[in-house]
């Protein structure tokens, strides 16, 4: 921007600030609904928006307003009364024949229909019209008419003219009350002449026709004064809402009238009752915000089962609402926060959910410290010699928690067995051998290997091992041939451990192969083939842990006192028991060291018995702590919240309470204040309201009719004592209690009845004249069904009551009796067969609300129905065919029942097979009492299992004696057996359970199937060689030499590849000749260290509770083995050290424990499926608070149904009768206006006739309220009883034929979319002789319809131009195509009617601003121009004086300049003074140039560019800051509702804008520079709506109202 463009920028905000400009708005015109849609398009016009100086109505360019927002829309919302609905006719029809051949008085006639009745807007153009014919052959004269016979008959007729309006009968003018119509009665003859009423008597006694009667005067709706504007319906706004609200989001100021007498018998309908207008938004501060208060603390668990001490719950909090940012928190309706309640003019937000209340909880049970297994000891602290320990652990699965048993001893020490460090290594004996070799039996010597070896099996001298160094031989004996043989002893039995072996011994034995010849050497006792010796005798098993006993209880600590530490709720002098906080208090338990003896008792021992004088722990590394700090809980008093505000009272009238409430905000805790009582954290305050006003009913109130008063005729003799007359009475609105009059819209409004009617037509008949009496209410129907009938009658009544009978029959003989009795059809229906018809039950509805089981009560639909067509009737005709069906009975809804079990069994023995590596289970049952039904609890676990590892082994006994084959013998060939069983883990099983592989022998040979239980065997005989049992096989070893054992393995892969060798031997123990020759045997073998081990685990068991519960944290275990695949029963942890083992093989688990569904309270009662039709019911549901888990009971119903609705869904349909002939009194002497009757009733669908109000409403009421057919235009749904009919007259006027029904048409005026049809008909001879003719209204039709309902819209089309000239017509086509386009005469808005000359032609356009449209060639605004009040005005610049508003400036050359006539010259701040007051400068003109021509920017006059740069800042700040202080000025006035004005002497009349421009500036006071104002001269400006201030436009609003406007401020610019 340059430097002159700032200062132009900153003058014009100065200006714009000293001269009021603002945006200004006409009213609408032009205004009319969319013809190109159908219902629902508003009413709206367009209106000039400008800009203009204010106060006047001048446009000026918007360049002036461009600092203000345009807060108006060129099109807008009109008053609803300005958009009513025209009539809508048909194109003219063709003309019709001539209505003669002959004379020059032959007509010819056409007509049009209406096709859219008026809604008062514009009536109805003439409907039809009639010419002389304009065929020349009918200008011929007719021949002569016969001459009429002087003897033809008269006959006279009496002709009934309309009836005039309602006049009052005093004449007085009065707007209400009892008047009286009358009607024009004369006796014609049949030539038309008007002769004397005698001659249109058949009877002297017979009395002319009424004349006159009473009516209804025109009652004026009346009200009283405009209550006082009440305050603003909003206290706040939020201006930041203000740009995207409409006017009805505004706040607003409200007034109110009430009716005083309602409107009646179509007198002036009541004009609005409330007024409302825009409250000063500005002044209103910004609207509160709320936010959820859910800070409070959550209460107790609540357990679902009362009794119990632990397990689920609910738990609940208080949650309000509260104003943002309020310390105090007073709680408000919770409506605030959801949105469904906001103070007017706040901002509308979407509804924030409200934070839960209720939540689930658990309150933990007991849980018992839960370990898992020990692990293996490990290696001893030392390698030998005494004092070394080992230690074991077991980890710590689930903790002692919430006073659960506490855990054991994770660690546990023990000392080692005591192992030397030398020890002797004494190897086998070998075989006896005997003395006497050549003997080869007898007595011998056997020797040994023994040998010195250190822990790493190295020799030592033999001075290094303990004692005294074992015998290497010994003494043997070699059986001879009748000696005793006995066997080899067998290895000692092992003992269970290396301690704590008391009580067990271990033994050995042998046996008694052959016994002695007698010869030969005894055998010995048998007490000498077994020994024993004790296990470990008196080695107890000895381990030490730190044994500690329950915390004690938390007490204060007293040593804080003195450094100052204590906090809670005491001082610090206060006792020590006072005092709380965390870590304030103290508490100690027992720790000592404890040696267990395993079998032998425990005792507690010294601290420094669990370490040893090396520092090797023991026990635990560290004692654990005596003494820790603890927190002592404070008091906690319970907080509320403030009370909130009281609430509206719950009625407005009558007995009224109102309640407050406060919130507990925080639960009372370990001592503190309680709360008041509350039901769920809320505390409630109930107050009466004793400002409400009793409650009143109101009624009409009506007195006795009056006497029969005389009607009589204007200008005729007061004298007359018979004839038509009226009744009045009194009706009133009073309200019940006080009886007090009010006033009658009271009662209108809330009765919803019409006002009694205060008038009645009544007659006093003359001396023995004929009169009516009124008729009887109509008899019983004849008939049932099948058509019958009812009638009704009426009397004759006479003043002389003395006349015999036949005196009345002379009275009146023109009376026939038919004329006294009516009859009309009834109950045409047919007669049909009906049934009773039951539905299903519906929902059975506890007794017990709450648990929603027990006993309750079900209902079901009853209805009544055709036999035939199945079709609901009403009960009525089901009551003679029997009784009907229950619709209620008893039910049952079962309650929940839990599951009950009993106590688990024992596990079972583990079901491992050797063939899985061991790996197996074992499991354990339960029986199941109760079973779960109708959504209780389901059962836990019946059955559960946990890994177990089976230790599977032959049991093998002892082979008995060999049974010789030969009974008879005592030695040779015999069999033997023994016992051979499964042990699992030291239990005899099956068989099976022990095979691997099958039977087959393991492909290590190491263990074969099951061992064989019967073999052959031999008793020597004497001479025979006696050898022991073979061996066990020996290890597997490498057959391989030179190649390290992983090599050979790994280069002979596969089962059937044997790596090594295994051997086992046997020895004589007797000899003889035929003693065998091997004693040796070898076998191919597969080393161990060549197979293949890995681990192999279980899956994980059931959860097992700690406790013996079935919920809450327990523990999981699963087996984990190292075994071959080889032989799945070798199992070696170590052979799979190289990878290392899954873990762990426990681990803690949980059981979720029963979670029951919780349910809200039952929401009200809703009916659905509409209220009748025999299916209509009402239901309510409950939402769930707390959804079940699948352990828990599930939720009971949450949807209940019963009946709401017994009625069957009927169908009303009007049956209209035909018309009756047109009645114009008695005798059948008469013509002109009459009345004609139809009857009208509404039909139910099964055949009932039933009050109209039902097909008016589609419903039955439930009593019969004539309330109902208030409003309803009994004509508009041709239900009309009656109708205005004519029997033509002489002279009368000859009415076309009705036209035929027009298309149904949709309404929108109705505001229900309702379709409408109408027809009409024209006049084809007008009257003559005083003849009568309908007016157009009686010759228009209208009734709703349903069929072929079209929407119709309106356009304006055109011919193409011709001669300047074209022809321009409306037509109609319907929404969505598919109907024929209709020329019809109005329905386009005229507003926008394309003109059918043109206007212009080229550019002949005179208006300043002004070019031809050469399309439409009529004249607009050209571009630069917007049009304003009938003008075009330049969007800059000007073109006459009037678009200059500043000071002492004039349009000179198309731009403001100062004003050359009065010598005005720029002054110093820029702006126009006169000569007297200018500087002594030179300057020219106020002028500016367009962008072209200056640089690109708005720059001053010339004489400027000399003035330095910095000078140039220097104004323009200097300007800046006077803008400043003037915008401050005015916001200063303007918040004090004050504004400087000129004074009295200088205020002008806008008017003055229009006249020639006058040089003198007297005549303009508002462009003389501005004065000093006095205090006497401020005024307060005239008040703006606040519609004026908040209304805000689009920029589309913006570019319709100046389409031409330029893009940037900086082009064109002209002042």
């Known amino acids: 921007m340059s430097k002159r463009s700032i200062v132009v920028f900153a003058l014009t905000l100065t200006l714009s600030a000293a001269q009021t400009f603002e945006w200004f708005a006409e009213s609408p015109r032009n205004c009319a609904r969319d013809p190109t849609q159908c219902c629902g398009s508003a009413c709206q016009g367009d209106r000039d928006v400008y800009c203009r100086v204010r106060g006047t109505n001048v446009p000026i360019s918007p360049l002036f307003c461009a600092d203000t927002p345009n807060p108006f829309s060129s099109r807008v919302n009109c008053d609803e009364n300005e958009c009513r609905r025209d009539c809508v006719v048909s194109e003219w029809s063709p003309w019709g024949a001539c209505s ?15 096709l859219v009745p008026p809604e008062a807007g514009r009536s109805c153009p003439d409907l039809s019209q009639t010419r002389t014919c304009r065929n020349a052959t009918l200008r011929l004269p007719c021949p002569a008419p016969p001459t009429p016979s002087p003897t033809a008959p008269i006959f006279y007729l009496w002709r009934l003219g309309p009836w005039s309006a309602c006049q009052s009968m005093g004449g007085n003018g009065s707007d209400c009350g009892p008047g009286s119509i009358f009607r024009v009665v004369n006796c014609v003859a049949s030539n038309g002449t008007v002769v004397g009423d005698n001659n249109c008597k058949a009877n002297p006694r017979e009395t002319s026709p009424i004349n006159r009667q009473a009516c209804n005067l025109p009652c004026n709706c009346q009200v009283d004064q405009w209550s006082p504007w009440s305050n603003c319906s909003a206290q706040c706004y939020t201006k930041s809402n203000s740009s995207s609200s409409s006017d009805s989001d505004l ?13 009646r018998f179509g007198g002036t309908p009541c004009p609005a009752l409330f007024a409302r207008q825009s409250c000063d938004v500005d002044s209103l501060p910004d609207c509160p915000r709320y936010q959820w208060y859910n800070n409070a603390s959550w209460f107790d668990c609540n357990l679902d089962v009362a009794d119990d001490v632990c397990g689920f719950g609910t738990q609940r909090r208080t949650v309000f609402c509260v104003l943002e940012n309020d310390p105090t928190n007073t709680p408000v309706d919770d409506r605030f926060c959801t949105g469904e309640f906001l103070p007017p003019g706040a901002v509308k937000t979407a509804a924030p959910v409200k934070p839960l209340t209720t939540r689930p909880c658990q309150i933990l049970c007991p849980q018992d410290c839960v370990t898992g297994a020990w692990s293996e000891w490990g290696q001893c602290s030392r390698s030998c010699g005494e004092g070394g320990v080992r230690r074991r652990t077991r980890p710590l699965l689930v903790p002692s928690l919430n006073g659960g048993a506490p855990c054991g001893d994770l660690n546990e020490t023990a000392p080692c067995e005591s192992i030397n460090c030398t020890f002797w290594s004494i190897g086998r004996y070998s075989a006896c051998f005997p003395y006497d070799r050549s003997k080869g039996c007898g007595s011998g010597i056997r020797k040994r290997h023994i040998s010195c070896l250190n822990a790493l099996n190295q020799i030592s001298n033999d001075s290094m091992c303990p004692g005294s160094r074992p015998v290497n031989q010994d003494d043997c004996y070699l059986p001879c041939d009748g000696d005793c043989v006995l066997t080899e002893w067998s290895q000692w039995t092992g003992c269970p451990g290396t301690c704590g072996g008391a009580g067990i011994v271990q033994k050995r034995t042998r046996s008694i192969l052959l016994y002695n010849e007698t010869s030969g050497r005894q055998c010995v006792d048998d007490d000498q083939l077994t020994q024993r010796k004790p296990c470990n005798v ?103 919240s403030p009370w909130s505000d009281w609430s509206a009272c719950s009625a407005t009238c009558g007995s009224a309470t109102r309640l407050r409430s406060r919130f507990v905000t925080k639960a009372a805790a370990f001592g503190g204040a309680s709360c008041p009582p509350n039901r769920d954290g809320i505390i409630t305050d109930t107050s009466s309201c004793d400002d409400v006003p009793p409650c009143y009913a109101y009624a009409w109130s009506t007195t006795a009719w009056s006497e029969c008063q005389l009607i009589r005729l204007p200008n005729v003799d007061v004298s007359s004592t018979c004839g038509p007359g009226f009744r009045t009475r009194d009706v009133t609105c009073r309200r019940d209690g006080d009886n007090q009059t009010v006033a009658d819209g009271v009662c209108s409004a809330g009765l919803l009845t019409a006002r009694p009617s205060d008038v009645l037509n009544c007659n006093i008949p003359c001396e023995d004249e004929c009169e009516f009496s009124t008729w009887t209410a109509f008899s019983d129907c004849s008939l049932t069904c099948g058509r019958g009938s009812k ?105 929940p029942v839990d599951c009950v079990v009993g106590n688990w069994s024992a596990w079972s023995v583990c079901n491992g097979s050797c063939d899985s590596h061991g790996l197996g289970y074992e499991t354990r049952t339960r029986d199941m009492l109760v079973a779960p039904a109708d959504g209780g609890r389901p059962c836990f676990e019946l059955e559960q299992r946990r890994p177990c590892l089976s230790d599977c082994e032959w049991d093998i006994g002892a082979w008995g004696e060999c049974v010789l084959n030969d009974g008879s013998l005592s030695c040779g060939d015999g069999r033997r057996n023994r016992s051979v069983t499964c042990l699992v883990n030291g239990v005899l099983v099956n068989d099976n ?60 892969p596969g089962s059937a590849n044997f790596l090594g060798q295994h051997s086992r031997q046997r020895s004589i123990l007797r000899r003889s000749s035929n003693c065998p020759s091997t004693l040796e045997q070898d076998q191919d073998c597969r080393p161990a260290v060549c197979q293949t081990f890995r681990w192999h685990v279980t899956a994980w068991g059931n959860c097992v509770m700690s406790g013996g519960g079935d919920c809450g944290v327990g523990t999981q275990q699963r087996q984990i083995v190292c075994a071959s695949d080889w032989d799945p029963r070798i199992r070696d942890a170590a052979a799979c050290s190289g990878t290392p083992a899954p873990t762990p093989t426990s681990r803690q688990c949980s059981v979720p424990c029963p979670a029951d569904c919780d349910v809200d309270t039952w929401a009200p009662w809703t009916c659905t499926n509409g209220t009748c039709g025999g299916a209509g019911r009402r239901e309510r549901s409950r939402a769930v608070i707390i959804a079940p888990n699948e352990r828990g009971r599930q ?49 139910q669908s099964d055949g009932l006739s039933v009050p109209l109000e039902c097909c008016i409403i589609k419903k039955c009421p439930s009593r019969s309220d004539s309330s109902y057919l208030i409003n309803v235009d009994y004509r508009a749904l041709n239900i009309h009883f009656q109708d205005v009919c004519g029997i033509a007259c002489p002279g009368d006027c000859v009415v076309a034929p009705w036209s035929n029904w027009g298309p149904c048409s949709l309404d929108c005026s109705s505001g229900n979319g309702r379709g409408m049809r109408s027809r009409s008909r024209g006049i084809i001879v007008a009257a003559s002789l005083g003849g009568l003719c309908p007016d ?77 449209n050469t399309t439409a060639y009529r004249c607009q605004c050209r571009d630069g121009y917007f049009e304003a009040r009938d003008e075009c005005v330049p969007m800059s610049g000007c073109t006459d004086n009037r678009h200059c508003p500043l000071f002492h400036t004039a349009c000179v050359g198309g731009e403001c300049q100062c004003d050359p006539s009065v010598g005005a010259v720029q002054g110093e701040n820029g702006m126009c003074v006169l000569p007297s007051t200018a500087p002594p400068t030179t300057a020219g003109p106020l002028t500016t140039e367009p962008a072209t021509t200056r640089g690109g920017n708005a720059e001053l006059i010339s004489g400027t560019d000399n003035i330095p740069y910095w000078a140039w800042i220097i104004i323009a700040l200097g300007i800046l800051i006077l803008v400043a202080v003037v915008l401050f000025i005015v916001f200063w006035h303007q918040r004090h509702k004050e504004s400087f004005t000129f004074s009295p002497s200088q205020e002008y009349d806008p008017m003055d804008r229009l006249q020639p421009r006058s040089p003198d500036p007297v005549d303009r006071p508002w462009l003389e520079e501005p004065r000093p104002v006095s205090d006497s001269s401020i005024r307060k400006p005239p008040l703006v709506t606040a519609n004026a201030m908040a209304t805000t436009t689009s920029d589309n609003d913006y570019k319709r109202s100046f389409d031409s406007y330029p893009s940037t401020l900086e082009k064109d610019t002209k002042f």
């Open 1336 to 1412: 157009q209204t009686s010759r228009i039709e209208t009734e709703q319809c349903s069929a072929n309902v079209q929407c119709f819209l309106y356009a304006w089309v055109t011919t193409p131009w011709a001669n300047g000239v074209r022809n321009v017509s409306c037509v109609r086509t319907v929404q969505g195509g598919g109907g024929a386009v209709a020329v019809v005469d109005s329905g386009c808005v005229e507003a926008l009617r394309p003109a059918a000359q043109q206007s212009c032609v080229s550019d002949t356009c005179d208006g300043a601003g002004q070019v031809c």
């Open 100 to 114: 003669a051949t002959c004379g020059n008085l032959a007509t010819e006639y056409r007509s049009r229909r209406v």
């Open 791 to 895: 009638s009704r009658t009426r009397s004759v009544l006479f003043k002389n009551s003395t006349l015999s009978a036949a005196e009345r029959n002379q009275t009146c003989p023109h009376i026939k009796a038919d004329q006294l009795i009516e009859r009309d059809p009834c109950n045409d229906f047919p007669c049909l067969e009906y049934g009773w018809v039951a539905s299903e039950w519906l929902t059975c509805i506890p007794a017990n609300d709450v648990d929603s089981c027990g006993d309750g009560i079900e209902e079901r639909h009853v209805n009544c129905e055709t036999l035939t067509d199945h079709v609901f009737v009403s009960l009525q005709f089901c009551f003679s065919v029997g009784v009907a069906p229950n619709r209620t009975r008893s039910c049952h809804v079962p309650c």
């Open 538 to 640: 008196f080695v107890p098993c000895i381990t030490y842990v730190w044994r500690h006993e329950k915390w004690a209880n938390c007490i204060f600590n007293s040593s804080l006192d003195d450094e100052g530490t204590g906090s809670g709720s005491g001082d610090n002098e206060s006792s020590s028991a006072t005092k709380c906080g965390p870590s304030i208090g103290v508490q100690d338990r027992n720790v000592y060291c404890e040696q267990q003896f395993s079998g032998f008792g425990r005792r507690r021992v010294s601290d420094a018995t669990c370490f040893d004088p090396n520092n090797v722990v023991v026990g635990d590394s560290v004692k654990p702590a005596t003494v820790q700090q603890c927190d002592i809980n404070c008091p906690v008093d319970c907080e509320v």
């Open 251 to 263: 706040p607003y100021h409200e007034r109110t009238r009430t009716v005083i007498r309602t409107s």
């Open 993 to 1052: 359970r022990c095979f691997v592989l099958g039977n087959k022998p393991s492909p290590l040979n190491r263990l074969p199937g099951k061992p064989i239980s019967d073999e052959a065997c031999r008793t020597p005989c004497p001479n025979d060689c006696v050898v022991t049992e073979w061996s066990e096989w020996s290890n597997c070893i490498p057959s391989s030499v030179g190649q390290p054992v992983e090599e050979v393995c790994r280069n002979s």
């Open 1195 to 1243: 939720c009971p119903v949450l949807l209940q149904k019963e009946r709401c609705a017994f009625d069957p869904c009927f169908s009303y349909a009007y049956e209209r009768g035909p018309w009756g002939n047109c009645s114009v009194g008695l005798s059948s002497a008469r013509c002109g206006v009459g009345i004609r009757e139809r009857s009208v009733i509404c039909r």
